[in-house]
């Protein structure tokens, strides 16, 4: 599938309107919930898609420690035993929405000042559709996806790691919320 400036705007055409933020700080990722041989695939599988797309990879935050957080439950009714859920995430009551949802995963983000990304927490509910889920696919896609704001879910192509690489050019701002930032991307994606 080819990104032209209508397919990449669709992907950042949020309720608010157009937002396409990348990270800044260096990703300091961390993963709850796997077991010592999963985690590897997933480590992998971020270290990857960190590198592919010029970005650093940090041991800590400076001012978060981890800023990449992924959480892998069996179920939402695991979100109720999370400490301080509502403080880590902003979001007052979220495990008793997510009770009801038959969705696979939740995704925040978080942005600084700049607009670029700040941090990025993922809930992963490996009870539901996920269940049968390859761990190399999935590793790769929530890793793609926690690498730009976007407004949908994406699946890994090497169309979707080009636009990624592009979004990570050092000539382009960390966030920008005008549509014709689609324009700048896709010519990047002709290059």
Not at 80 to 93: K, V
Request: some cysteine; charged content about 20%.
């Amino acid at each position: 599938m080819a990104f032209d400036p209508p397919a990449i705007a669709k992907l950042f055409a949020h309720r608010d309107g157009y937002r396409c933020a990348r990270w800044r700080r260096p990703v300091a990722p961390v993963i709850f919930g796997l077991s010592e041989a999963s985690l590897a695939v997933f480590r992998d599988a971020t270290r990857a898609v960190l590198a592919d797309a010029g970005h650093p990879l940090a041991e800590t935050d400076p001012e978060m420690g981890a800023n990449m957080m992924t959480f892998f439950l069996r179920g939402w009714k695991e979100l109720q035993d999370l400490p301080e859920l509502d403080r880590l995430t902003g979001r007052p009551g979220l495990a008793g929405r997510m009770l009801g949802s038959d969705a696979g995963q939740y995704r925040l983000l978080r942005f600084d000042s700049d607009g670029s990304i700040r941090a990025c927490i993922c809930f992963v509910n490996m009870g539901g559709p996920l269940a049968h889920a390859h761990p190399g696919q999935l590793a790769e896609t929530l890793a793609m996806r926690a690498m730009l704001s976007f407004a949908c879910d994406v699946v890994p192509t090497p169309e979707l790691a080009a636009l990624i690489r592009a979004a990570y050019d050092p000539v382009l701002p960390v966030a920008a919320t005008d549509p014709s930032h689609a324009l700048r991307l896709a010519a990047r994606l002709q290059e």
